[in-house]
């Protein structure tokens, strides 16, 4: 037996302008400018439409990270059997995504976001990259003798990923030549 929705039906070309103007105000203003009421005005929708779907602003901006429409989702360090230099290419890629998006003031309103949300915190980890991908990147390391066995995975994922943020925090230049080689250099240390 089909169920009966009860209440207005979610329109798919609503959704849609609603996270495009909710994408297109978070980099043009930031999180901190971005209101539920201007996001309404500039999709063309009313304010309760959007609370319909999003209980804050950071539902709505999660749902833009999930989409793809923030931040693409960086593809896992390749396996070249060279960690270091896989770690840092891959590096290199996210500080060049994120200056072609407005740079580190871009990456602090993301920061922000993802500070007053769990769900924008865990997009912008996956957006990143600090997740699954790379700790098999990093586990591969560890079979081929690049890596320590007791290496701390996951925590070097986090750190490399965290020297991003910080940068971004400290404002400094996100593209500084050899930036990605140091970073690497500084999370892996001693670990091989």
Not at 49 to 71: D, P
């Amino acid at each position: 037996m089909a169920e009966h929705r009860t209440g207005p039906v979610r329109s798919e070309q609503a959704r849609v302008d609603i996270l495009s103007a909710a994408a297109h105000l978070f980099a043009s203003r930031g999180y901190e400018h971005l209101t539920m009421e201007g996001i309404a005005a500039e999709a063309g929708v009313g304010k309760q439409t959007i609370y319909r779907w999003w209980g804050s602003k950071g539902g709505v901006v999660a749902e833009c990270l999930i989409e793809g429409m923030l931040l693409p989702i960086r593809p896992a360090p390749s396996d070249s059997g060279d960690l270091r230099a896989d770690l840092s290419i891959w590096l290199t890629e996210i500080l060049e995504g994120i200056e072609l998006l407005g740079g580190n003031a871009f990456l602090r309103s993301l920061i922000v976001a993802a500070a007053e949300s769990d769900e924008v915190g865990a997009r912008l980890r996956v957006s990143l990259g600090a997740d699954a991908s790379v700790v098999s990147r990093l586990r591969a390391a560890v079979r081929s003798g690049e890596l320590r066995a007791d290496a701390p995975l996951e925590e070097i994922g986090q750190a490399l990923i965290g020297a991003v943020l910080v940068r971004a925090v400290m404002r400094l230049p996100s593209l500084q030549v050899g930036a990605a080689d140091r970073i690497v250099d500084a999370v892996l240390g001693e670990l091989r």
